[in-house]
């Protein structure tokens, strides 16, 4: 599928616009270069790369130690399942058991983590149609509502709220503090709760289906050829998620459904979200009801930075993020720090998808189309 | 009391314009707080006790702002565009009266006045959009023009259902027509006239939200494509009167609905001009709070099916009302109910 160029053009009847890499919707630094006639686009130049700090580059400087923090940076609104990937590939290339106690931990901490991005996926996205003075605002105020209990969860944990250098190879650095699963569970029935909410003020409300319903439409082979991932993958039929696909980290131990729709349109992604919102809570509630005992980690805490070595190897290892495929590409000499590194961003693949279904729809529909497809910046540029 | 009858007016005119000022500048403190209980917020609190002197720090702030003209602009029409969309805005009120004979001038031809003048402000508006010399302002001037277009026709013709009812263009005469009950208890407001008056009222408030760019019809604002729409360039002082202007003509658009459809000042004790006047301010910012909420409950729908919603359905059904009200009242006897 060809992507048409239209920068450059002269014509009368055409205007260029320039939407970011400041603008209230460009959800971080995103450019799109908008070719329109009237309000229709026809032409889309996506420019990315604002963000760009060198992180593969990075990655090589710092030891097996200090990057899980840093790795949280990728992906800064899903910042557990970035160190997953780093430590999960780390582990791999190593040879790094884990204990059964720390893999259930790291699941809570991603599906957690699922239901704080999707909470701000959902209030952000929002407003992008209904404008920060607009309608959406009282959705973002409210999701953003629950995603704060999420962090204050992660707080108590970690001591971070964003960022959290919460695994380490080998295990997770922090274990569950006396009283915080009781919190946990508190909170969670409270966002479920609140998650009928949302659906009775979203679900039916006309002005929201005719925003949603038919637009954006990212078809099944589309979809498979751009390589997509995560609620845009399944919101076009195809039934693939890496916790039922490729378990990691014992995801074989929990019940939980993989919520597919087949129109490919925004709706169809927002309700699987909304879905794998559910499904989050549950894995989330079956970690709390069984956690196993034993240590937190196979390796012993961290006294010096260098000291975790990885014998010479390479290896892939991905997990699934909050927006699909989060993947990390390790090359080890041997040293305490990665010869190479390489990470596969979800939303650079997702956002790639953009300039194939943007061609042909309204100004107003960018935005709720980028919104859908949820980007982070941080994790395109990396 | 006798004054000129030139003096009178003026001095009248003064007084409404300076209520109307103020009413704007609380309104939308009024609409913050209402906005923030909806969304479990606090909103405006630390100006004064309980926010309640926000407004007077936002119009301070407005005017010490320094004012920014865009170096390709075009001046003339970047400067005048405020001032040209703010005077129809304040105008509406020329017409309204607030009580029996209170208010600037009680014209024979009042609803027809207001409806023509409050239509103008586009030509503000798309002088600003075309004279910022910016291409979002461009396409908000764009799809101002063509909403404006669109609604004003259901907004007309659902205004004047009640006008046809009671037979009078003049607005003392419309709320005059609505008084008295019907079975001792229901009084007699064109929203309760059956059938006609609840159509008519629900056609007036969507065509209302459209004439007034509000949620889910403020396209031309659109900041989360637009960033602000025609206003983008405008700062300073110049903002806050693009701002005055649209916030006044929703007032006074509410205050038409208030008068149209839910009997005006009339209510217990509205033989004394003042209480008559609160009555009114109830109703209207009755109104005004339906628009808000719907406003903090809506996403914004896209400029084609804007469109569509006028032309396919508004337009056509308030025709057929105005026409059947038309014939209702020609049958029953002609002049008014």
Redesign the interface.
């Known amino acids: 599928m060809p992507q048409t160029l239209e920068i450059g053009y002269g014509g009368s009847e055409r205007?260029t616009?320039?939407?970011g890499p400041q603008?209230?919707?460009a959800h971080g630094v995103f450019r799109a270069i908008l070719t329109?006639e009237?309000?229709t686009v026809v032409g889309v130049d996506a420019v990315i790369g604002y963000l760009h700090r060198c992180h593969e580059k990075l990655g090589e400087t710092l030891t097996y130690v200090q990057y899980p923090s840093i790795a949280s940076k990728t992906d800064y609104v899903a910042a557990m399942t970035a160190e997953l990937a780093y430590v999960s590939a780390v582990e791999l290339v190593g040879k790094i058991e884990v204990p059964k106690r720390a893999q259930w931990l790291r699941v809570l901490a991603a599906e957690l983590q699922r239901v704080a991005s999707h909470c701000l996926w959902l209030g952000t996205w929002?407003?992008?149609?209904?404008?920060?003075?607009?309608?959406?605002?009282?959705v973002f105020?409210?999701a953003i509502?629950e995603r704060e209990d999420i962090l204050d969860l992660f707080e108590a944990l970690t001591g971070a709220r964003l960022l959290y250098g919460f695994h380490q190879p080998g295990g997770t650095r922090y274990d569950l503090p006396a009283g915080w699963a009781e919190q946990c569970r508190k909170t969670l029935d409270r966002v479920e709760r609140r998650l009928d909410e949302y659906e009775a003020?979203l679900d039916d409300?006309a002005?929201?289906l005719?925003?949603t319903q038919g637009v954006g439409i990212i078809s099944r082979e589309l979809a498979q050829e751009i390589g997509v991932s995560g609620p845009l993958l399944r919101g076009s039929g195809v039934n693939h998620d890496l916790r039922k696909a490729a378990p990691y980290s014992s995801y074989e131990d929990f019940q939980f459904r993989v919520p597919v729709e087949t129109a490919g349109d925004c709706f169809a992604r927002y309700r699987v979200r909304m879905v794998e919102f559910r499904e989050s809570i549950t894995i989330a509630r079956q970690v709390l009801d069984g956690l196993p005992e034993g240590p937190i980690s196979s390796r012993p805490g961290v006294k010096s930075v260098g000291q975790v070595r990885v014998p010479k190897g390479e290896g892939y290892a991905r997990v699934e993020g909050a927006r699909g495929e989060v993947g990390c590409y390790l090359v080890a000499d041997g040293g305490p720090k990665p010869y190479r590194l390489k990470w596969r961003g979800a939303s650079f693949s997702n956002l790639s998808v953009l300039p194939h279904i943007l061609p042909g729809v309204?100004?107003?529909?960018?935005?709720a189309i980028m919104g859908s497809v949820d980007p982070v910046f941080g994790e395109v540029d990396r | 009391m006798t004054l000129p009858p030139l003096a009178y007016h003026a001095l009248v005119g003064f007084v409404v314009l300076n209520v109307v000022i103020g009413m704007v500048t609380y309104v939308t403190l009024l609409e913050r707080k209402f906005?923030a209980r909806?969304?479990?917020?606090i909103g405006p609190y630390y100006v004064g006790p309980h926010g309640l002197l926000q407004p007077i720090a936002d119009a301070i702030k407005l005017m010490l702002k320094e004012d920014v003209v865009p170096t390709t602009a075009d001046r003339w029409v970047y400067n005048l565009a405020p001032i040209v969309f703010l005077v129809p805005c304040v105008l509406i009120f020329a017409t309204l009266p607030f009580a029996p004979g209170l208010g600037v001038a009680d014209l024979n031809i009042g609803v027809l006045f207001f409806l023509a003048v409050s239509s103008l402000e586009i030509v503000g508006l798309f002088m600003g959009g075309w004279g910022s010399n910016n291409?979002?302002a461009?396409?908000s001037a764009?799809?101002a023009v063509n909403q404006i277009i669109s609604y004003d026709l259901p907004f007309v013709f659902a205004a004047f259902v009640p006008v046809v009812l009671a037979g009078s263009l003049q607005m003392s005469a419309i709320v005059a027509a609505q008084q008295g009950v019907w079975l001792g208890f229901v009084p007699k407001w064109f929203v309760v006239y059956p059938v006609i008056g609840q159509l008519a009222f629900v056609a007036f408030l969507v065509a209302t939200l459209a004439a007034e760019n509000r949620?889910?019809f403020?396209?031309l604002?659109?900041?989360?494509?637009?960033?602000a729409g025609f206003r983008v360039e405008y700062s300073g002082m110049k903002f806050a009167l693009i701002q005055l202007g649209e916030y006044a003509h929703m007032i006074g658009t509410s205050f038409l609905a208030a008068l149209l459809f839910l009997g005006g000042w009339l209510g217990p004790g509205s033989e004394h001009a003042l209480v008559g006047a609160l009555w009114f301010l109830l109703k209207a910012m009755l109104v005004f709070l339906v628009v808000t909420w719907v406003?903090?409950?809506?996403?914004?729908?896209?400029?084609?099916?804007i469109l569509a919603i006028s032309w396919k359905l508004l337009l056509p059904a308030s025709i057929v009302l105005l026409l059947a009200t038309a014939f209702w009242v020609a049958a029953r006897g002609g002049d008014g109910v």
Not at chain 1, 126 to 138: F, I, K, V, Y
Not at chain 1, 362 to 367: G, L
Request: net charge positive; with cysteine.
């Open positions: 205007l616009m320039n939407m603008h209230p919707s329109l009237g309000e929002c407003m992008d149609m209904g404008g920060a003075l607009g309608g959406g605002a009282t105020l409210y509502r003020m409300n002005f929201f005719v925003r309204k100004v107003a529909d960018v935005v | 906005a909806m969304q479990s917020r291409k979002y461009l396409l764009m799809r949620v889910p403020d396209i604002e659109a900041e989360s494509e637009l960033v406003r903090w409950s809506f996403v914004r729908i896209r400029v084609d099916q």
